[in-house]
């Protein structure tokens, strides 16, 4: 099944007015779309959410506005996944980026809200771990 890029804008667009399952939607979108990506391996998910709780825990996204980040920041989020086929490193730090700039400058997530969407976005790329008992707390 090929990626739908609109599926994660829709999904923003009703996380906005539904802040209670907007986060589970927008989770299950973005990680619809990476799981379908043929060149998103299981490292480079795992790299993602390394990146995302550390962005989380110790506020480090890229907040600087520089003329380069001031465009990258106007791309989808879709764009991030596409970025990790030709350059992964710098691809996962773009995604997290916008990721994390859609939640906090748009979204207005709070820490604990970022933590929720993190959970949900681990369970959905990691699912077999739940039945491990690595269930959420």
């Known amino acids: ?6 599926s994660i804008q ?4 009703i996380s906005i007015r539904q802040q209670s ?5 927008l989770a299950k979108s973005f990680t619809k779309c990476m799981n379908d990506a043929s060149w998103v391996t299981n ?7 390394v ?8 506020r480090s996204y890229n907040q600087k506005i520089d003329d380069f980040t001031y ?11 596409r970025l ?6 710098k691809g996962l730090e773009v995604l997290v980026n916008l990721i994390m700039d859609e939640l906090i400058d748009h979204q207005k997530y709070s820490q604990a809200e970022l933590f929720q969407f993190y959970s949900e976005v681990f369970d959905r790329f990691f ?3 739940l039945s491990l008992g690595y269930a959420k707390s």
């Open 84 to 89: 990790l086929k030709r350059y992964p490193k």
């Open 10 to 13: 829709q999904s923003i667009q």
């Open 127 to 129: 699912p077999k771990n």
């Open 71 to 81: 465009k990258l920041r106007k791309k989808p989020v879709y764009f991030g996944i």
């Open 43 to 49: 490292e480079l998910k795992i790299e993602f959410c």
């Open 51 to 58: 990146l995302f709780l550390n962005a989380i825990l110790d």
């Open 1 to 6: 099944m090929k990626p739908n890029p609109k």
């Open 21 to 25: 399952s907007g986060k589970e939607l």
